[in-house]
Nanobody
Framework: QVQLVESGGGLVQPGESLRLSCAAASSIVSINLMGWYRQAPGAKREFVASITSDNSTNYGRSVKGRFTISRDNAKNTMYLQMNSLKPEDTAVYYC???????????????????WGRGTQVIVSS
C-alpha cells in the first residue's frame, strides 16, 4: 500500500512559523508532481503550492511570498515552510501527488492521485 504521511502541524501564534513534511514510503522509485492543499472547517479544499520533479514551483495567491515548497527526491519527502502565519491559515493540510512509481513484490507499479491523511495547523493567539 502506497502512502503519503504528513507531519509538522501544530498550534502557533500569528506571525510565527511552521514546517510541514510529507514523506513517502522507501519503496517508491519516483514521484511526479507534488502539492500541498488545505481545508478549513466548512470550506472547500484549497490549493496551497506545488512542485514538479525538477523543482518548478507554483503557489496559491493567499500564501505567495510567505510559504516555500521544496522537496528532497532522495528522501521521497516534500516540505512546506510556512512563515508569517495568519489565523486564516488555520486548516488541515494535505499532501498529494498526481503519480508515483514504486516496487511491489519486485514489480514496478504506478499509482495515481495519492493523498495523505492531513496534519492540523492552528494559528491563534
Amino acid at each position: 500500500q502506497v502512502q503519503l504521511v504528513e507531519s509538522g502541524g501544530g498550534l502557533v501564534q500569528p506571525g510565527e512559523s511552521l514546517r510541514l513534511s510529507c514523506a513517502a514510503a522507501s519503496s517508491i522509485v519516483s514521484i511526479n508532481l507534488m502539492g500541498w492543499y488545505r481545508q478549513a472547517p466548512g470550506a472547500k479544499r484549497e490549493f496551497v503550492a506545488s512542485i514538479t520533479s525538477d523543482n518548478s514551483t507554483n503557489y496559491g495567491r493567499s500564501v505567495k511570498g510567505r510559504f516555500t515548497i521544496s522537496r528532497d527526491n532522495a528522501k521521497n519527502t516534500m516540505y512546506l515552510q510556512m512563515n508569517s502565519l495568519k489565523p486564516e491559515d488555520t486548516a488541515v493540510y494535505y499532501c498529494n501527488t498526481d503519480r508515483l512509481r514504486y516496487y511491489s513484490r519486485s514489480k514496478l507499479m504506478s499509482a495515481y492521485d495519492i493523498w495523505g491523511r492531513g496534519t492540523q495547523v492552528i494559528v491563534s493567539s
